[in-house]
């Protein structure tokens, strides 16, 4: 059960560091009983994939929200909401023309989201949508980067903050690289003994890594 991961990898030098938060005290109607986060990196280039499912819980429609950071280098190249079986895909824009059509949505009162900057590494994606009663929503937002180098490593930041205690919390990292991957070092809020445990390293013989949190 988490509420913030923040994950860094470093390739060919490798570095895995986690830094974690306390849950929010704030009462919602609606629970994220299931976040999961898939990163696969190829060669420095990194596709991420946030899966969000979430549950109003209450006898009556209401406002969900779906808000997560991404590197301010990554570019989003697919979003959907699946809600009663019935899959949205949202629509990649223009700087300019997503604001617009942000601002018009919200004046209208229509779900809408949009990424801003929040800071000099990481930028936020937001939107929310009215759910049913006792209905679900899937979220699934997927942004792609290619890594720098520096002083032979190459990182990897993946910011996760549901923002409430999740029941299923999951990060997976998969690395293959050619060249090789020489050492993992984890650093960060995973300090405690019961959360180190929850980290999972495989390395095969083809220098492939994958990482389970």
């Known amino acids: 059960m988490m ?38 990196v190829t060669s420095r280039y990194a596709t991420t994939i946030i899966t969000s499912r979430v549950a109003n819980r209450i006898n009556a429609s209401q406002e969900i929200e779906f808000h997560v950071k991404i590197p301010k280098n990554a570019f989003i190249s697919k979003f959907r909401m699946t809600i009663e079986e019935q899959t949205y895909d949202g629509v990649v824009k223009q700087k300019e023309e997503a604001q617009q059509q942000y601002t ?26 009215n759910v049913a009663a006792l209905s679900k929503v899937t979220f ?42 020489n050492f993992l070092e984890i650093k960060g809020g995973l300090s405690t003994k019961q959360l180190a445990n929850a980290i999972t390293k495989t390395q095969t013989p083809t220098e492939v890594m994958s990482i389970t949190e």
Request: net charge neutral; glycine share 6%; proline share 4%.
């Open 3 to 40: 509420e913030g991961v923040v994950v860094r990898v470093s390739l060919i030098g490798l570095l895995l560091a986690c830094v974690t938060t306390a849950p929010t005290n704030k009462k919602r109607d609606w629970d994220i009983y299931s976040f999961h986060i898939n990163s696969t």
């Open 104 to 129: 018009q949505a919200v004046s209208r009162g229509q779900s809408a989201g949009i990424v801003s900057s929040v800071g000099r590494t990481l930028e936020e994606f937001k939107t929310s949508v």
């Open 140 to 181: 699934e937002l997927t942004y792609e980067e290619l890594l720098k180098r520096q002083l032979g490593k190459y990182e990897l930041l993946i910011h996760a903050r549901p923002m409430q205690p999740v029941a299923d919390f999951k990060i997976d990292v998969h690395i293959s690289e050619q060249p090789g991957i």
